[in-house]
């Protein structure tokens, strides 16, 4: 089973620039969370998921858009990117109806707004 | 606002010693408390949780100490090796409806030899 799987691993931006990061999970799972990890800030919520359909928005919402397509895929969009957006970004999923079944997490992407 | 707030933000421990991070909560609504583990180059990894209704939670050299009244909890390593370098973060979700995580801002452990 890949569990998480997040592309593309790494991405160089130009401000201004547009992409899209792709998620999909094989776990059946009903909620998908993206965080972002920044140093000495840990992981923040920028939007999450709890069930095909729905859309939510987290902690730090403001530049991005995500698209939840089917239960197997959540994208995050930046539609402008800025230095700021500079980060690595994790994709999760998790089972309802609690955070006590425990977060799947991908193994990130890197990405770097110049 | 930083719900979950832990420290130290680094940390070196010998081998074979006693690793200790602490995390204090603000929203006594939160009910669940998890330590998630993350290698370099890795995303997180769900390590040991624990819910208020117990003290503590053991899971072979890892501990949760959970104390209610202060709002704080704790992971405990015992007999560090150096495998368990790697970035732990604390987290909480709510009780009802939002079962979303908050993290705390991890904490760096180095177990040198």
């Known amino acids: 089973n890949a569990g998480v799987t997040q592309t593309p691993k790494f991405q160089v931006l130009k401000t201004g620039q547009s992409m899209t990061l792709q998620c999909a999970q094989d776990?059946?799972?009903?909620?998908m969370y993206w965080y972002r990890q920044d140093p000495g800030m840990g992981l923040r919520l920028i939007y999450y998921s709890a069930s095909e359909g729905t859309t939510d928005k987290g902690e730090v919402p403001n530049g991005y858009n995500v698209s939840r397509l089917n239960k197997r895929e959540f994208s995050l969009r930046l539609e402008s990117a800025a230095p700021s957006q500079t980060s690595v970004y994790f994709c999760a999923s998790s089972s309802r109806p609690r955070a006590n079944y425990g977060y799947t997490f991908g193994s990130g992407t890197r990405l770097t707004v110049v | 606002q930083q719900q979950v707030k832990q420290s130290p933000q680094s940390l070196i421990v010998q081998k074979g010693g006693i690793s200790i991070i602490n995390c204090a909560y603000e929203?006594?609504?939160?009910?669940?408390f998890p330590w998630y583990q993350q290698f370099p180059g890795k995303g997180p990894a769900l390590l040991i949780a624990?819910?208020?209704?117990?003290s503590e939670k053991k899971e072979g050299r890892f501990t949760i100490s959970f104390n209610k009244s202060a709002k704080q909890f704790s992971l405990h390593i015992m007999d560090s090796q150096p495998g368990d370098s790697a970035t732990y973060f604390c987290?909480?979700?709510?009780?009802?409806?939002?079962?979303?995580?908050?993290f705390g801002t991890g904490t760096r452990l180095t177990i040198i030899p």
């Open positions: 987290a909480a979700s709510l009780a009802v409806g939002n079962e979303k995580l908050t």
């Open positions: 776990m059946n799972h009903n909620s």
């Open positions: 929203n006594t609504a939160f009910d669940y």
């Open positions: 624990i819910r208020p209704d117990v």
